[in-house]
């Protein structure tokens, strides 16, 4: 079911304090991304500061502010029993529910040791998982995008391309709210949803790809287009379905060529637009014990695009068939970089010679950047990956 994050009882309090702080008040004003810093701030103790405003900490139940301090001081927020307890300097402040937040002008500061914290815009609050706080931080939507774009695609790219991507990461945002429900929050900070910075991620080109595109987003059949994307698809987008399991066909995300008519892809300029990896026999039984000594390794099937989606490997003692995704999983990510490769015997194992990185599938990130400095603007390059779909505003 999709959920549009309108706030709710449950999150008014924490709206309306974003409010009164004179933020600017935009289209998305009333919208909040939770996030989970499950990379950055999850642990059986966290510490928490703000080097440039008094720090608050507030019961979101009552909205009574139970604890505050200065600049620079820097709390242990720990949990004992069914109450959440932070101590900073002599003061120790106990409540069943925390928030912490920075006044007007500053940003609230969090990380797992006190000399890694790490700021972010709006809110932050503490749920309990597997024994250790989740740090779940509140923030406005675009301002999320703001510490997603730096860290999903490189700043120097071209302007037009950087909004593309903002158009992208704002849509794909937008399918995901609510995708980790059950602990309360939208979005993990990290792959499999979008690398989340915070503030010292931003970048002033980045936000303005943001701010140009606010609230645009891709529309299909009647709802916000999931967008997916990746760094390099080798030459051709693939086919939604070939390369992410259990994914029906999506028409828009049906795969389309990366080049122009007789020319050459676009994305071709991307530093790891080819490679190759060595496999030796050794390695392949240490990945796949249940076939013993692995004698063959076969392509069974592509997509049009020539991404594989049937692989074989047999063995002495069984054969396994798997999708090229399934295999790159298990072989890894950052060495079979694509699923788009060629199998090659060697002495005592095989070679993949492939293109791309990633998994190929809708907007190509090297390839946005290819076009944007052929002359192509941010609508141009996203109905070139998105095929068929409308840019509205939310």
């Known amino acids: 079911m999709r959920r549009t994050a309108r706030l709710n009882e449950r999150t008014r309090w924490l709206g309306n304090r974003l409010s009164a702080r004179g933020t600017r008040r935009s289209r998305d004003s009333e919208w909040l991304v939770r996030v989970g810093l499950e990379q950055s701030a999850f642990d059986k103790e966290l510490f928490v500061a703000s080097s440039e405003a008094i720090l608050q900490f507030v019961n979101p139940d009552t909205g009574r502010i139970v604890g505050e301090s200065p600049p620079n001081t820097i709390w242990r927020v720990f949990r004992v029993g069914d109450r959440y307890v932070a101590e900073g300097g002599p003061k120790t402040i106990e409540s069943p529910r925390l928030v912490a937040l920075a006044e007007v002008g500053g940003f609230v500061a969090v990380g797992m040791r006190p000399e890694s914290l790490r700021r972010y815009r709006g809110h932050l609050e503490w749920t309990l998982r597997e024994g250790k706080l989740l740090t779940i931080n509140w923030v406005r939507f675009d301002d999320y995008l703001k510490a997603v774009l730096p860290r999903e695609m490189p700043v120097r790219f071209h302007l037009e391309a950087l909004k593309a991507q903002a158009i992208s990461a704002r849509s794909?945002?937008?399918?995901?709210?609510?995708?980790?429900?059950?602990?309360?929050?939208?979005?993990?900070?990290?792959?499999?949803?979008?690398?989340?910075?915070?503030?010292?991620?931003?970048?002033?080109?980045?936000?303005?790809?943001?701010?140009?595109t606010e609230s645009t987003v891709l529309w299909v059949e009647g709802q916000v287009l999931d967008a997916v994307y990746s760094s390099s698809c080798g030459g051709h987008t693939a086919p939604i379905e070939a390369v992410m399991p259990r994914v029906r066909p999506v028409p828009v995300l049906r795969g389309a060529p990366d080049a122009p008519p007789k020319g050459q892809p676009?994305?071709?300029?991307?530093?790891?637009?080819?490679?190759?990896?060595?496999?030796?026999?050794e390695r392949l039984q240490a990945l796949f014990p249940r076939l013993g000594q692995?004698?063959?390794?076969?392509?069974?099937?592509?997509?049009?695009?020539?991404?594989?989606?049937?692989?074989?490997?047999?063995?002495?003692?069984?054969?396994?068939?798997?999708?090229?995704?399934?295999?790159?999983?298990?072989?890894?990510?950052?060495?079979?970089?694509?699923p788009r490769f060629e199998v090659q015997p060697i002495p005592k194992g095989w070679k993949l010679v492939g293109q791309g990185y990633g998994h190929g599938a809708g907007m190509c990130q090297w390839g946005a950047q290819g076009r944007a400095l052929a002359g192509q603007d941010y609508r141009q390059i996203l109905s070139a990956y998105y095929l068929g779909a409308e840019l509205r505003r939310l």
């Open 266 to 281: 676009y994305c071709q300029i991307a530093p790891n637009w080819q490679w190759e990896l060595e496999l030796l026999n």
């Open 172 to 212: 794909f945002t937008f399918r995901r709210l609510n995708r980790f429900r059950e602990w309360g929050y939208d979005l993990c900070d990290h792959a499999p949803c979008q690398v989340y910075g915070g503030v010292d991620a931003e970048h002033p080109t980045t936000n303005q790809a943001v701010d140009e």
């Open 294 to 338: 692995v004698v063959a390794m076969e392509v069974v099937r592509r997509a049009p695009s020539g991404h594989i989606t049937q692989l074989r490997l047999r063995g002495k003692r069984g054969t396994l068939v798997m999708s090229g995704a399934e295999f790159r999983n298990q072989v890894g990510t950052a060495l079979v970089r694509s």
